[in-house]
């Protein structure tokens, strides 16, 4: 699938100054004068995303590793993501205003992280309605204030301004929004990585902005609440369906097309449970678990950090299968 061309193009600068508070910058920051890990660039028509850092959250990214995206209509804005900080949540808008002067009248959460949900207060104060998933609101009230904490540990100065706010609204199965001339799909496939995992879809402009159900340039995390087995069920069942021919903005790395994020993401679990389900059969432990070969997802950022980890929690679940 051939992606549009202005993928590649970034957001227009000309004459407007930046005003976000600047730090120092990581040799790794693409966009070292602002918080934002990189410069927003356009998807599609009306969709922009800033792509996070494929790594883990710091301070040198600014705690964004994530992607925040947004979309335009004719009447107002909607946010995916309400970013992981107040400072960061303001550098979106920043940018945002470069390309419109329409208010952000919707913070949609892709789930219950913090990097999706900390920055919330600011788009708040804004006077944004924000939005998530039932399951994602019970992920806050668990651990958002743990996750808060851990956050203000990281960022340190960077996370001034910052707290856990009430979401507004929440869905169980499908939301649609009305942007003006635009109108945008929130989505729960099913169970993917986290609780509450949704996906937003901008038929206008044929754009699935997949949350963490859909994964590329990163390894994908499995939580101790990850059913891979479901995951890969919602994925074939329902996600694959409808997005094999649309352009994919994944929870972590650049947009792409299906095929890019069906194997890496797809792909992924089937050779992982694969191996574990020959390891259970030979009668393996969780040590030999943990020193399955993954050197074909080698090359992916965060691999050091989550492989074993993975196969270890992927071998304790199938152990119950």
Avoid: C
């Amino acid at each position: 699938m051939k992606l549009p061309m202005a993928m590649k193009g970034i957001v227009a600068t000309a004459g407007l100054l930046l005003t976000s508070t600047v730090f120092a910058a990581s040799p790794a920051d693409k966009y070292p004068e602002s918080v934002l890990y990189s410069k927003p660039v356009q998807v599609a028509d009306n969709v922009w995303s800033s792509i996070g850092a494929t790594q883990y959250y710091s301070y040198e990214n600014g705690g964004h590793n994530n992607n925040l995206s947004f979309v335009i209509g004719k009447d107002a804005v909607l946010v995916v993501n309400g970013g992981s900080s107040y400072l960061l949540a303001k550098a979106l808008h920043e940018e945002i205003r470069k390309v419109t002067n329409l208010p952000v009248k919707y913070v949609v959460d892709e789930n219950g992280q913090s990097h999706a949900i900390l920055g919330n207060g600011y788009w708040k104060a804004q006077g944004a309605t924000i939005i998530a998933h039932e399951e994602a609101l019970e992920e806050i009230h668990e651990d958002g204030l743990s996750g808060l904490e851990n956050l203000q540990d990281i960022l340190k100065e960077r996370s001034q301004g910052t707290e856990l706010i009430e979401v507004d609204k929440t869905f169980e199965d499908r939301m649609v929004l009305d942007l003006g001339e635009q109108k945008v799909e929130l989505i729960r496939f099913g169970p993917a990585h986290s609780p509450g995992d949704i996906s937003v879809y901008v038929p206008g402009s044929e754009v699935v902005i997949a949350g963490d159900m859909a994964f590329q340039q990163r390894l994908l995390p499995i939580f101790p609440n990850t059913d891979t087995a479901e995951w890969l069920e919602t994925w074939n069942n329902e996600f694959a369906p409808f997005a094999k021919d649309k352009v994919i903005i994944p929870g972590h790395g650049e947009a792409t097309d299906f095929a890019t994020v069906d194997k890496w993401t797809r792909g992924y679990l089937e050779y992982l449970r694969a191996k574990v389900a020959v390891l259970l059969e030979e009668g393996g432990t969780l040590e030999d678990a943990y020193a399955i070969d993954q050197t074909p997802y080698q090359h992916l950022e965060t691999f050091e950090q989550l492989a074993a980890k993975n196969a270890g929690r992927v071998f304790e679940a199938m152990e119950f299968e």
